[in-house]
C-alpha cells in the first residue's frame, strides 16, 4: 500500500475521480436538462438529470450513471492491472520475495492494496460530487421515488426523499456500485498476475467490464441470465432510489459480485504461488 | 544442492548439481555465461522451484517449507532492483518490514557499509549501475544474514568498482559470514575464495580448494626462446630433471622440470655449449586457462584473442594456445 502511495499514478486516479463529477457539473450547467415531451417514456437517465434542477445532490449519481461503464473501470484498471505486473517488469519480484515476506502475504497485501485504491477512488468521486452538487444547485430534497419503473427502478417524484437520507442513500449507491467494480478489479488482477504485462492486463480489464455491461444492451438476454452476470450487478444501485431501498437486490449483488471475485483472486493465488521468477 | 536439475523447455540449464558449500569464507561458484550458475541461485533463494532434485539452506528447503527456509540467507541474482520511484533509503525500510520489520535500525549502518549514505534519499532511479549493485549487497546484509548468496557481484562495475566491492565482500568473509560468489572471472574468485566449485553447461566439472585446482595442471613450465633450437633440444636431453620439446613454429621450446634446480642447470649447459638464451619465461599455465579446459573440454585450442583477464602475470594470453596442447 505504501508503494501505491509513492506512484504517481495512485493519485492520478483519485484525482480524476474527484474531477468527473466537476465535469458533469459544468456539462449540465451549461447545457441544463430538459423536460421531455408529455406522455412518452422517461429514459432513467433523462429523468436524474431533470432531477439535478431541484437538488445538487444527484450529482453523483448523473456522473456514475455515465462513467460507470468505462472512466470508472478504466481508473480502477490503472492499478489493478499495473499492480502484479509492474513487479515483474520492474524485476522487483526477485528482490521482495527473497524476503521473509511469503508469497501469499505478499499477493494479499497487492489484493487490498487494490480494494483500497477502488473503494477511495469511490470516496473521492462521490464526495467530490456530493460537494460540488451542493454548490451548485443547493441540497434540497430529492424528488425521487414513488412507483418502481421497471428493473431501474427509477420513477418520476410522486415522492421526495430529505436531503439527510439522500446523504445516505448516496453511500449505498457507491457502496452497491463498488462490489461489481471490484469483482472487475479482481478480473484485472488476475490478468496482471498471469500476463506480467501492465498494458495487457489493463486492456483485459477493460475489456471485461465493458463486456460484462454491455451484455444488459444487447437485445434477446434474458434477464434470468443476466441477473446472475455482473451485468445487472452494475446498475443494481438504481435501486436504491425507489420509495424503499431495494435491500433484496443490494445484496444480490454482493452476492454475484462475491462469486465473481473469488475465482480470479484464487486462481491468482495459485500461480502466484507455482510461478518461477525469472525476472 | 542435492542432484538439482532445472529444465527450461528443451533445455536444462541445471543438470544434476551435487555441490556442499562449508561455512565460512567465500566460496566461488564458477562458470562461462550460461553454465546455470543464476538458475542455480534462483533455486537457493526458492525463486525457481526445481524440476528435480533439492535444495538445502542450513538444513531447510525453500521449495518445501516456503521463506522461512531463508531465515539467515540473503542474496542477489543477477542485477540487483528496487523501486526505481523511491530513494534508496525508503528502498531499504520497504524491505525492513517485508522482513518483519526487525532491521530497521540496520538501514543506516548498512548504507554506510556499502558508502551509498551521501545518496540514501536520492530516487534509485537516479542511481547508477554501481551504485546499484552496492544497494543490492546493502539489502541482502540489512538481513544480518549468515549465508549470503551473490550473483556476479561486480558485473558492470568499472575497475574501481570491482576492487571496492571484492574488498568488501572478503572484509564480510573476515567477520565470518559464508559467501557464495557466483562468477564468470577466474581472477576474481582466486582473489577472494578458498574454495570453488566449476560450472559448465548445468554441471559441475570441478569442486575443491584452490590448491587442488592447481595440482591439476601439468604440462611444460617454462618456454625458452633459444638461438638455436636443434642444440637446445639436444642439451636439454643431456641435463638430468629436465624434458624439452620443440615448439610448433618459432625458435622456442618448452621444457618441463622437476625443480627450480634443474631450470638452472639447463641454462648453464645451454650457455656452456655456446647457445643464447634470448628469454626464459616460466609458463606455469594460469587458473584461467584451466578454467577454460574445464568448461569447455578439448574442443578448443589455439590462441584466444580478447580476453585480457588472465590470473598470473606469466600468462601471456597470446600462449594460451601452445600451453593446452
Ligand atoms: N527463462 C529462461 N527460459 C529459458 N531458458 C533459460 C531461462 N533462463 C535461463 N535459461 C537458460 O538456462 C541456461 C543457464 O542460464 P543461467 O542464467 O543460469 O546462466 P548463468 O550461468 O547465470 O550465465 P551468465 O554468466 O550469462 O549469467 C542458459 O542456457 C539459458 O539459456
Ligand atoms: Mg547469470
Known amino acids: ?279 | 544442492m542435492l542432484g538439482l536439475r532445472k529444465e527450461f523447455g528443451r533445455i536444462a540449464a541445471v543438470d544434476g548439481i551435487d555441490l556442499e558449500v562449508p561455512a565460512g569464507g567465500v566460496f566461488g561458484y564458477l562458470g562461462p555465461n550460461g553454465a546455470g550458475k543464476t538458475t542455480s541461485l534462483r533455486m537457493l533463494l526458492g525463486l525457481v522451484r526445481p524440476t528435480s532434485g533439492s535444495v538445502e539452506l542450513f538444513g531447510q528447503d525453500p521449495a518445501a517449507v516456503g521463506v522461512a527456509a531463508l531465515d539467515g540467507v540473503a542474496g542477489f541474482v543477477e542485477n540487483p532492483a528496487f523501486y526505481a520511484y523511491l530513494s534508496g533509503r525508503r528502498n531499504l525500510h520497504l524491505l525492513a518490514d517485508m522482513d518483519g520489520g526487525r532491521h530497521h535500525d540496520r538501514v543506516e549502518p548498512v548504507l554506510e557499509i556499502v558508502e551509498l549514505d551521501g545518496r540514501g534519499d536520492d530516487k534509485v532511479g537516479t542511481y547508477s549501475q554501481g551504485m546499484r549493485q552496492r544497494l543490492g549487497l546493502a539489502a541482502a546484509l540489512l538481513r544480518e544474514p549468515r549465508l549470503m548468496l551473490l550473483d556476479e557481484p561486480t558485473n558492470g562495475l568499472d575497475p574501481g568498482g570491482m576492487r571496492d566491492m571484492r574488498r568488501l565482500v572478503a572484509t564480510l568473509a573476515d567477520e565470518g559470514l559464508t559467501v557464495l560468489l557466483s562468477s564468470h572471472l577466474m581472477n576474481e574468485v582466486e582473489q577472494l575464495c578458498s574454495r570453488l566449485a566449476i560450472v559448465a553447461r548445468g554441471r559441475i566439472r570441478f569442486s575443491g580448494t584452490l590448491e587442488e585446482l592447481r595440482a591439476r595442471q601439468h604440462g611444460p613450465d617454462h618456454l625458452l626462446r633459444v638461438t638455436d633450437v636443434v642444440g637446445a633440444l639436444a642439451v636439454a636431453g643431456e641435463v638430468p630433471g629436465v624434458r624439452a620439446e620443440p615448439t610448433a613454429g618459432a625458435a622456442e621450446i618448452l621444457v618441463t622440470v622437476d625443480g627450480p634446480g634443474d631450470a638452472a642447470r639447463l641454462t648453464v649447459a645451454l650457455g656452456r655449449a655456446g647457445i643464447g638464451l634470448l628469454a626464459m619465461l616460466p609458463a606455469a599455465p594460469s587458473l584461467e586457462e584451466l578454467f577454460f579446459d574445464l568448461t569447455e573440454g578439448v574442443e578448443r585450442r589455439g590462441p584466444t584473442p580478447g580476453r585480457c583477464a588472465s590470473s598470473s602475470p606469466s600468462a601471456a594470453p597470446t600462449w594460451a594456445g601452445w600451453r593446452r596442447r
Not at chain 1, 111 to 125: D, G, I, K
Not at chain 1, 136 to 157: H, I, K, S
Not at chain 1, 205 to 217: H, K
Request: net charge neutral.
Open chain 1, 1 to 279: 500500500m505504501r508503494k501505491l502511495l509513492a506512484q504517481r499514478r495512485t493519485y492520478l486516479g483519485w484525482v480524476a475521480a474527484t474531477l468527473i463529477p466537476a465535469a458533469f457539473a459544468i456539462g449540465l450547467a451549461i447545457n441544463p436538462p430538459k423536460p421531455p415531451e408529455p406522455g412518452g417514456p422517461v429514459d432513467p437517465d433523462v429523468y436524474i438529470s431533470l432531477a439535478y434542477n431541484s437538488s445538487g445532490l444527484v450529482l453523483p449519481l448523473i456522473a456514475l450513471f455515465f462513467s460507470s461503464l468505462v472512466l470508472v473501470p478504466l481508473l480502477c484498471a490503472l492499478v489493478a492491472g499495473d499492480i502484479v505486473a509492474a513487479e515483474d517488469s520492474n524485476q522487483t519480484l526477485k528482490t521482495v520475495l527473497a524476503r521473509s515476506t511469503s508469497r501469499w502475504q505478499l499477493l494479499r497485501a497487492k489484493m487490498l492494496a487494490t480494494a483500497t485504491y477502488v473503494l477511495v477512488l469511490l470516496v473521492c468521486f462521490g464526495l467530490s460530487g456530493t460537494v460540488i452538487g451542493v454548490l451548485a444547485n443547493g441540497a434540497e430534497p430529492v424528488p425521487l421515488g414513488g412507483v418502481p419503473l421497471g428493473a431501474t427502478g427509477f420513477t418520476l417524484g410522486a415522492h421526495e426523499i430529505g436531503a439527510g437520507s439522500m446523504l445516505g442513500r448516496l453511500a449505498i449507491c457507491l457502496g452497491a456500485y463498488a462490489a461489481p467494480l471490484l469483482a472487475v478489479s479482481a478480473w484485472g488482477f488476475l490478468f496482471s498476475t498471469l500476463s506480467r504485462n501492465s498494458a495487457a492486463a489493463i486492456v483485459g480489464m477493460l475489456v471485461f467490464s465493458f463486456a460484462n455491461q454491455i451484455i444488459a444492451f444487447l437485445p434477446n438476454v434474458p434477464e434470468s441470465i443476466t441477473r446472475w452476470l455482473l451485468t445487472d450487478q452494475f446498475t443494481a444501485w438504481e435501486g436504491v432510489l425507489g420509495t424503499t431501498v431495494d435491500t433484496g437486490a443490494l445484496w444480490h449483488a454482493l452476492l454475484v459480485s462475491t462469486l465473481f471475485a473469488v475465482p480470479p483472486l484464487a486462481v491468482s493465488a495459485w500461480w502466484f504461488q507455482r510461478r518461477d521468477v525469472l525476472v
